[in-house]
Protein backbone atom coordinates (compact mmCIF):
# COMPACT_ATOMS: atom_id res chain seq x y z
CA UNK A 1 0.00 0.00 0.00
CA UNK A 2 2.36 2.69 1.15
CA UNK A 3 5.12 0.97 -0.89
CA UNK A 4 3.04 1.47 -3.94
CA UNK A 5 2.04 4.74 -3.77
CA UNK A 6 5.77 5.83 -2.40
CA UNK A 7 7.08 3.67 -6.18
CA UNK A 8 4.13 5.66 -7.64
CA UNK A 9 5.23 8.78 -6.31
CA UNK A 10 9.24 8.44 -6.88
CA UNK A 11 8.38 7.08 -10.99
CA UNK A 12 6.07 10.53 -11.03
CA UNK A 13 8.88 12.70 -9.44
CA UNK A 14 11.84 11.02 -11.60
CA UNK A 15 9.42 11.66 -14.84
CA UNK A 16 9.19 15.13 -13.92
CA UNK A 17 12.71 15.88 -12.54
CA UNK A 18 15.34 13.67 -15.09
CA UNK A 19 15.19 16.15 -17.88
CA UNK A 20 16.51 18.60 -15.81
CA UNK A 21 19.02 16.90 -13.88
CA UNK A 22 17.46 16.85 -10.50
CA UNK A 23 17.21 13.46 -8.47
CA UNK A 24 14.50 14.04 -5.55
CA UNK A 25 15.50 12.00 -2.74
CA UNK A 26 12.97 12.61 -0.64
CA UNK A 27 9.54 14.54 -0.41
CA UNK A 28 7.53 15.54 3.28
CA UNK A 29 3.73 16.10 3.47
CA UNK A 30 2.89 18.99 6.44
CA UNK A 31 -0.51 19.51 5.78
CA UNK A 32 -2.93 17.63 4.33
CA UNK A 33 -6.68 19.18 4.52
CA UNK A 34 -9.36 16.27 4.57
CA UNK A 35 -13.08 17.23 3.26
CA UNK A 36 -15.62 17.37 6.03
CA UNK A 37 -17.36 14.52 4.60
CA UNK A 38 -14.11 12.32 4.29
CA UNK A 39 -13.28 13.46 8.22
CA UNK A 40 -16.50 12.38 9.66
CA UNK A 41 -16.49 8.75 7.45
CA UNK A 42 -13.36 8.29 8.65
CA UNK A 43 -14.13 9.51 12.49
CA UNK A 44 -17.44 7.11 12.26
CA UNK A 45 -15.26 4.31 11.18
CA UNK A 46 -12.82 4.48 14.40
CA UNK A 47 -15.65 4.92 16.75
CA UNK A 48 -17.64 2.07 15.17
CA UNK A 49 -14.26 -0.10 15.49
CA UNK A 50 -13.98 1.20 19.15
CA UNK A 51 -17.19 0.03 19.29
CA UNK A 52 -16.59 -2.90 18.18
CA UNK A 53 -13.37 -4.00 20.59
CA UNK A 54 -15.33 -2.90 23.67
CA UNK A 55 -17.99 -5.18 23.11
CA UNK A 56 -14.72 -8.35 22.36
CA UNK A 57 -13.53 -7.05 25.87
CA UNK A 58 -16.99 -7.36 27.80
CA UNK A 59 -17.82 -10.71 26.22
CA UNK A 60 -14.76 -11.61 27.17
CA UNK A 61 -15.06 -10.71 30.34
CA UNK A 62 -18.54 -12.08 31.01
CA UNK A 63 -17.44 -15.23 29.91
CA UNK A 64 -14.68 -15.20 32.79
CA UNK A 65 -17.39 -13.97 34.86
CA UNK A 66 -19.98 -17.27 33.89
CA UNK A 67 -16.59 -19.39 34.28
CA UNK A 68 -15.62 -17.97 38.12
CA UNK A 69 -19.52 -18.51 38.87
CA UNK A 70 -19.61 -22.15 38.26
CA UNK A 71 -16.66 -22.63 39.73
CA UNK A 72 -18.18 -21.35 42.81
CA UNK A 73 -21.13 -23.28 42.53
CA UNK A 74 -19.53 -26.53 42.20
CA UNK A 75 -17.63 -25.55 45.31
CA UNK A 76 -21.21 -24.84 47.16
CA UNK A 77 -22.31 -28.02 45.79
CA UNK A 78 -19.69 -30.18 47.24
CA UNK A 79 -20.79 -28.99 50.82
CA UNK A 80 -24.23 -28.18 52.17
CA UNK A 81 -22.62 -25.83 54.89
CA UNK A 82 -21.08 -24.44 52.23
CA UNK A 83 -24.27 -22.75 50.84
CA UNK A 84 -25.70 -21.43 54.31
CA UNK A 85 -21.96 -19.80 55.29
CA UNK A 86 -22.40 -17.80 52.27
CA UNK A 87 -25.67 -16.58 52.83
CA UNK A 88 -24.99 -15.49 56.45
CA UNK A 89 -21.82 -13.65 54.80
CA UNK A 90 -24.10 -11.97 51.90
CA UNK A 91 -26.73 -10.88 55.43
CA UNK A 92 -23.60 -9.44 56.61
CA UNK A 93 -21.97 -7.66 54.01
CA UNK A 94 -25.86 -6.15 53.09
CA UNK A 95 -26.52 -5.03 56.19
CA UNK A 96 -22.97 -3.41 57.07
CA UNK A 97 -23.42 -1.79 53.85
CA UNK A 98 -26.89 0.09 54.39
CA UNK A 99 -26.26 0.05 57.97
CA UNK A 100 -29.34 -2.01 59.06
CA UNK A 101 -30.68 -4.91 61.34
CA UNK A 102 -31.33 -7.80 59.49
CA UNK A 103 -33.85 -10.65 60.89
CA UNK A 104 -34.24 -13.69 59.62
CA UNK A 105 -36.32 -17.17 60.86
CA UNK A 106 -34.03 -19.59 63.18
CA UNK A 107 -35.91 -23.28 62.67
CA UNK A 108 -37.07 -24.01 66.36
CA UNK A 109 -35.45 -27.55 66.31
CA UNK A 110 -32.04 -25.12 66.34
CA UNK A 111 -32.74 -23.39 68.93
CA UNK A 112 -34.06 -26.35 70.96
CA UNK A 113 -30.28 -27.34 71.44
CA UNK A 114 -29.82 -23.59 73.20
CA UNK A 115 -32.35 -23.94 75.33
CA UNK A 116 -32.76 -24.52 79.00
CA UNK A 117 -34.11 -27.91 80.06
CA UNK A 118 -36.85 -27.63 82.10
CA UNK A 119 -36.29 -30.27 85.14
Known amino acids: SSGINAEYGQNTL ?54 ALKDAADVITESPAALQLRYLQTLCTVAAEKNST ?3 PIPVDIMKSFMKKDI
Do not use: Y
Open 14 to 67: DEATDPWGVVVERVEVKDVKLPLSLQRAMAAEAEADRDARAKVVAAQGELKASQ
Open 102 to 104: ILF
